[in-house]
Nanobody
Framework: QVHLAESGGGSVQPGGRLELSCVVS????????LAWFRQAPGKDRDLVASINWGGDTSYVADTVKGRFTISRDNAKSTMVLHMNDVRPEDTAIYYCAADNNYFGIIRGLPIAFWGQGTQVNVSI
């Protein structure tokens, strides 16, 4: 069974930076596409960014394009969401996810594995 562990959440002021990390264990890291989702209270869980198994193809949602980027280090079994110029509307619980279908993640198909989430608060 694949286990995903997020870290790096916390409080930050608008315009600031934050990096979220996800460590993958219990499976073959390079076999999975990885993604970050987020969910604010009363709202749906939305895709933020995703990256394929080779790390050469990625997707970033329009809401964070130009501010967030995604990367992965297969040697360290780690994926990172680089958050820049954060805004109050970025406040949410951020979840790491893994699946063997990169395009399925983008198209909204069910996800195989989820982390427990890490809270991000953007406020004055």
């Amino acid at each position: 069974q694949v286990h995903l562990a997020e870290s790096g959440g916390g409080s930050v002021q608008p315009g600031g930076r934050l990096e979220l990390s996800c460590v993958v264990s219990g499976g073959t890291f390079v076999s999975y596409a990885l993604a970050w989702f987020r969910q604010a209270p009363g709202k749906d869980r939305d895709l933020v960014a995703s990256i394929n198994w080779g790390g050469d193809t990625s997707y970033v949602a329009d809401t964070v394009k130009g501010r967030f980027t995604i990367s992965r280090d297969n040697a360290k079994s780690t994926m990172v969401l680089h958050m820049n110029d954060v805004r109050p509307e970025d406040t949410a619980i951020y979840y790491c996810a893994a699946d063997n279908n990169y395009f399925g993640i983008i198209r909204g198909l069910p996800i195989a594995f989820w982390g427990q989430g890490t809270q991000v608060n953007v406020s004055i």
